[in-house]
């Protein structure tokens, strides 16, 4: 693994063997994150970019399975000196055993797009923060409810002291999610995952969760991989981006890269579809032409094919394009930048 990286996947693949056939979700995803930067990973709906999340924490449940690959995380050990660390292979890992679940919550968390599917509704905020708090460290209960509550007004929760003992069901969306988020960084993560965080949301709350969570990873100096399909929030959140499609990378390359440059006909059209109007502000994804092919379906050659304006008939329905450099540090799987082997 790269010295520079926190986190590296290399060629990921999970698939979810149904009766129907077999949908590979994650079909050969391979990329790096940076000790304290963003990686966006953006792409429609249906295209991996939850089931990549999953697979690194290792939560994909039956008919579900990750079937090859590396995620590589470097960690820090608790009485290493001088920023001692290992490297462990999460895929190499019994999904069930006791090093994984160390990891979830000690190295790496997770914010979903629902709180309510991750929040407790029978257990007081204060105690679910505390629960991660004293599962992971050596502290009394008194010393961890007192953390619990520096922890929600970390996350700008309005009194905290009153918050702390508040159950989900009375607090707003907002507040549930500034919740999640306290849970999530209370153990202090080196790698947030944070899947579609601002989605349930409304605009105002959405901005002051983003600003939120870009004002934590300045204080804590966490990684964040952050999943969205909103183009606006990968301007304002991600450093560099990767752009899924059908459970492939087809593109990589830094934000300013990716919007002023975009090289895959995908992400064109991705760009494309935003209305000029809140460009800046709040864009989602529009239809591109024609629907994401049924997964159990994948078209032969390139998974785009069917959809590309730049469609070379021949070529892209049987070659299955490689990921190639098509500018510094910036890569894209098509066949218009290099033919597979050439
Ligand atoms: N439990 C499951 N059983 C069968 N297929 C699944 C399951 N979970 C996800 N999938 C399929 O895997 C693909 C990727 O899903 P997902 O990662 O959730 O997409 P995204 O997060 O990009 O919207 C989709 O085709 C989805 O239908
Ligand atoms: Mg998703």
Not at 173 to 185: D, E, T
């Amino acid at each position: 693994m790269s010295d520079q990286l926190l986190l590296e996947v290399q060629d990921l693949q999970t698939h979810f063997f149904l009766d129907r056939g077999i949908v590979r979700a994650v079909d050969g995803v391979s990329f790096g994150v940076e000790p304290g930067r963003t990686l966006g990973v953006l792409g429609e709906s249906g295209c991996g970019k939850s089931v990549t999340g999953y697979s690194i924490l290792r939560l994909v449940q039956k008919p579900g399975r990750t079937i090859a690959g590396h995620a590589y995380l470097r960690r820090r050990l608790a009485n290493g000196r001088g920023g001692a660390s290992e490297v462990v292979d999460l895929i190499g890992l019994d999904p069930q055993g006791p090093e994984i679940r160390r990891i979830r919550g000690h190295d790496i968390a997770m914010v979903f797009q629902e709180p309510m599917t991750f929040l407790n509704p029978v257990y007081t905020l204060g105690n679910q923060i505390m629960e991660g708090i004293l599962l992971h460290r050596d502290v009394s209960k008194q010393e961890a409810r007192s953390q619990a509550i520096e922890m929600l007004r970390l996350v700008g929760m309005p009194d905290p002291n009153a918050m702390v003992d508040r159950y989900p069901h009375q607090l707003s969306g907002g507040m549930r999610q500034r919740g999640i988020i306290a849970i999530a960084l209370s153990c202090h993560p080196s790698l947030l995952i944070a899947d579609e965080p601002t989605t349930a949301l409304d605009v105002t709350t959405e901005a002051q969760i983003l600003d939120l969570m870009r004002g934590l990873q300045a204080d804590l100096g966490m990684a964040i991989l952050f999943i969205t399909h909103n183009l606006g929030v990968i301007a304002e959140m991600a450093e560099r981006v990767i752009v899924m499609y059908l459970g492939n990378v087809v593109e990589e390359a830094d934000v300013r890269t990716l919007f002023r440059e975009p090289k895959h006909p995908y992400t064109k059209a991705l760009l494309q579809s935003i209305p000029k109007i809140g460009r800046k502000s709040r864009s989602r994804l529009n239809a591109i032409k024609g629907m994401v092919p049924d997964p159990l379906n994948i078209p032969a050659g390139c998974r785009f094919h069917d959809r590309c304006p730049q469609f070379m008939p021949g070529k892209c329905d049987v070659m299955e394009p490689e990921m190639v450099e098509v500018g510094p540090d910036h890569s894209a799987r098509c066949l218009l930048y290099g033919l597979p082997g050439g």
